[in-house]
Nanobody, 122 residues
Framework: VQLVESGGGSVQAGGSLRLSCTASGYTYNVYCIAWFRQAPGKEREGVAFRAPDGSTTYTDSVRGRFILSKDNNARNTVLLQMNSLKPEDTAMYYC????????????????WGQGTQVTVSS
């Protein structure tokens, strides 16, 4: 399984960005796809999760602002739409995958993308 992220950048608070994660070598209904983020000096945290059955969950700090969905126009691509961005959303964002259910524990994910930087200025 290979994961490639894109779509990061810089935006002012209140703005929006959309991240993409394109995967190869796996099937959606078997793997969990998740987005994690890591800010300088902080631990990597799970942000949004797409289970093999298509259900999605979010960490409390982004619920209602971030939307994780499958891109119906691009094969094997998931999108993380990030709205109402805040300076505290600034981090390196990583796409991750594991076979089976989603968990918040970063250590259970076998596959990782290279990361894409998101910077939100106040």
């Amino acid at each position: 399984v290979q994961l490639v992220e894109s779509g990061g950048g810089s935006v002012q608070a209140g703005g929006s960005l959309r991240l993409s994660c394109t995967a190869s070598g796996y099937t959606y209904n078997v793997y969990c796809i998740a987005w994690f983020r890591q800010a300088p000096g902080k631990e990597r945290e799970g942000v949004a999760f797409r289970a093999p059955d298509g259900s999605t969950t979010y960490t409390d700090s982004v619920r209602g602002r971030f939307i994780l969905s499958k891109d119906n126009n691009a094969r094997n691509t998931v999108l993380l739409q990030m709205n109402s961005l805040k300076p505290e959303d600034t981090a390196m964002y990583y796409c991750a995958a594991r076979r089976g259910p989603c968990y918040r524990d970063v250590s259970v994910y076998n596959y990782w993308g290279q990361g894409t930087q998101v910077t939100v200025s106040s």
